[in-house]
């Protein structure tokens, strides 16, 4: 079956420009997560919707970084103003989220972000 | 402190080898323990889950020490293929689900 899938795998973008980055999770699963991996960096959890709460945002290292879920589905991170030090890779994950703790998330291939 | 700290390698043994990575964790709120498998410029995958009691799959092994806060995982006879980084993954309990990665360890198995 399909999994999660990311948009685009690439972009490179100048200083101070806006980009948004789009995430399809597996259909029917109601958790989905944005985590971003720097070079020679471990992942580091920016955001996290799960069915219709509101989302925990907790991760997100400025509020240049905003994500929405729509209908449940489709989520877009946007970070406005982009830095050179956003430059990474933005993975998107999701799983089923029974109510178990250990749900296994499962990841798109990511979206390298360049910012010159 | 990192909360997930990992020796990050890189770790260049022989096909057959045996080889050990561990992983200690910081906060003792953590409920749930993975390894993760990351191949060069692809995503985490979930290798295997990590329970109490210690848990096998195949050639891996996982074992967990609670009181510790230590997670080690042991490859043996090793692979080419088993060439990758290995992701130490936690969940700490709560209402949130985010994992907490290591930075990972790199393993290069050599013919």
């Known amino acids: 079956g399909a999994g999660v899938s990311q948009s685009p795998s690439n972009k490179v973008t100048e200083k101070g420009k806006d980009v948004e980055l789009r995430c399809d999770p597996i259909?029917?699963?109601?958790?989905l997560y944005w985590y971003r991996q720097s070079l020679g960096q471990g992942l580091e959890f920016l955001i996290y919707?799960?069915?219709?709460?509101?989302?925990?945002k907790s991760g997100l290292p400025s509020d240049r970084f905003s994500a929405e879920r729509t209908g449940g589905s489709v989520s877009t991170l946007t970070i406005q103003r982009t830095q050179q030090e956003d430059s990474a890779v933005y993975l998107c994950?999701?799983?089923?989220?029974?109510?178990?703790?250990?749900?296994?998330?499962?990841f798109g291939p990511g979206t390298r972000l360049t910012v010159l | 402190r990192k909360e997930v700290e990992q020796d990050p390698g890189p770790f260049n043994v022989p096909e057959g080898a045996t080889v050990a990575f561990n992983c200690t964790y910081s906060n003792s709120a953590s409920q749930s323990f993975f390894w993760y498998r990351q191949d060069c410029r692809k995503e985490p995958k979930l290798l295997m889950s990590v329970y109490s009691s210690g848990n096998e799959d195949g050639r891996f092994t996982a074992q967990l020490n609670r009181a510790s806060q230590y997670i080690s995982l042991l490859i043996r006879d090793s692979k080419l293929s088993d060439s990758a980084t290995y992701l130490c993954?936690?969940?700490?309990?709560?209402?949130?689900?985010?994992?907490?990665f290591g930075s990972g360890t790199q393993l290069t198995v050599l013919p």
């Open positions: 993954v936690v969940q700490i309990s709560g209402s949130a689900r985010q994992l907490t």
């Open positions: 919707f799960q069915g219709n709460s509101a989302p925990d």
């Open positions: 994950a999701s799983s089923a989220t029974s109510g178990r703790v250990s749900d296994t998330q499962y």
């Open positions: 259909s029917g699963h109601t958790a």
